[in-house]
């Protein structure tokens, strides 16, 4: 929450932008954007801001620009969303880059990086630093015909939830988990199976013991998919996802020949759905783990032997990956440089947590 005022600032200024990009597309030829989604429109903070979006981009541009969305596989299923894009099948798409992390493997960076930056300095990186050049960099040199725009931003996750207690690292070996992004080669190194099950498949998956343990988002997020009524422990914080960027991918063919005033109107609708993103998934959180309290879920805090853990196994993941992907060391080496000078002012300007 500490850095949720300076995203609410820039939601004014956001809005002044689309604003005064308005007139000159209304010149332009109407468009029609086609998205599928790769999250169901029904889920908070995790479907429903790309549905803000497709509102927003009608209103701001009269009319000019209108979004259609498709659920997940209605039209294009999530993992084939980058490729239908890239190839034409379908004008725009909506989903978040770790899905293509066996493609990219310094795609994880521009989805959630373990113990990386919260959502203020997630978006001062993108934005201000290198992150979004490289981020339309990577898509490039691996002949990807996409324009790439952050378009929502996800606060903090829950770690998972667990059937049993989980105080020591050797209580994690051995268990089958659902688990996604660069978090998953960290409990691989964990001694953990990890599978990136689709939302939608994690319920039946541990109601079956196909799986012992899942983490996907945040607690109303969870909540909507019933994992409270299997599992009963739910550990914070979310070391692997502190936050998590969605992408809305445009053919790049069809952005080039958009106006200028279109291609901001698009632009600056997806900065201001970031600052509205992050505050819709910070103001529900809480009544619904109040609730899960009420009704037996243990909330739990990892204790500092597993943080440290978790922390020496990702940095050994880091080290690995960019022996073996350059363009993963560039990112890394990039954000990194970042974090330590952002360290400064962070360290200085802002309250010491309490819990």
Aim: a negative charge.
């Amino acid at each position: 929450m500490k850095k949720f005022t300076k995203s609410v600032i820039s939601a004014a200024v956001l809005a002044g932008v689309a604003a005064t990009a308005m007139m000159p597309a209304q010149a332009a030829d109407k468009l029609l954007l086609k998205t599928p989604i790769a999250f169901g429109s029904h889920l908070p903070a995790l479907g429903t801001p790309i549905v803000w979006v497709s509102e927003q981009l009608s209103l701001v541009s009269d009319g000019t620009l209108k979004m259609k969305i498709y659920e997940p596989s209605k039209l294009v299923a999530p993992p084939e969303i980058l490729g239908a894009v890239s190839s034409g099948k379908v004008n725009s798409g909506y989903a978040t880059a770790g899905y293509w992390q066996g493609k990219m493997p310094a795609s994880g960076f521009f989805s959630a990086v373990p113990f990386g930056p919260e959502a203020g300095e997630y978006m001062a990186w993108l934005y201000y630093g290198n992150g979004l050049k490289l981020y339309q960099e990577m898509y490039d040199t691996n002949g990807y015909n996409v324009k790439v725009l952050p378009c929502a931003i996800l606060s903090p996750e829950t770690s998972g939830w667990f059937k049993k207690e989980i105080n020591t690292p050797e209580d994690l070996k051995g268990l089958n988990m659902r688990f996604f992004g660069l978090g998953a080669s960290v409990m691989e190194k964990m001694g953990v199976s990890t599978s990136q099950l689709p939302g939608g498949e994690i319920f039946g998956a541990l109601e079956k013991g196909a799986i012992d343990a899942s983490e996907f988002s945040q607690p109303a997020i969870d909540q909507r998919l019933g994992f409270q009524k299997i599992m009963k422990y739910n550990y914070f914080p979310g070391w692997h996802q502190q936050a998590t960027i969605f992408e809305l991918l445009i053919n790049k063919d069809v952005w080039n020949k958009m106006s200028e005033g279109q291609q901001a109107i698009v632009d600056g609708t997806c900065k201001a759905s970031m600052t509205n993103s992050f505050a819709e998934g910070e103001a529900m959180q809480f009544p619904v783990m109040a609730e899960a309290k009420a009704n037996g879920v243990e909330i739990r805090y990892w204790n500092d032997t597993m943080l440290k853990a978790f922390e020496d196994k990702w940095l050994e993941v880091a080290a690995e990956k960019s022996a073996e992907d350059a363009f993963f060391k560039k990112v890394w080496d990039d954000l990194s440089e970042f974090r330590k000078g952002y360290d400064l002012w962070e360290a200085n300007a802002f309250l010491p947590r309490s819990r």
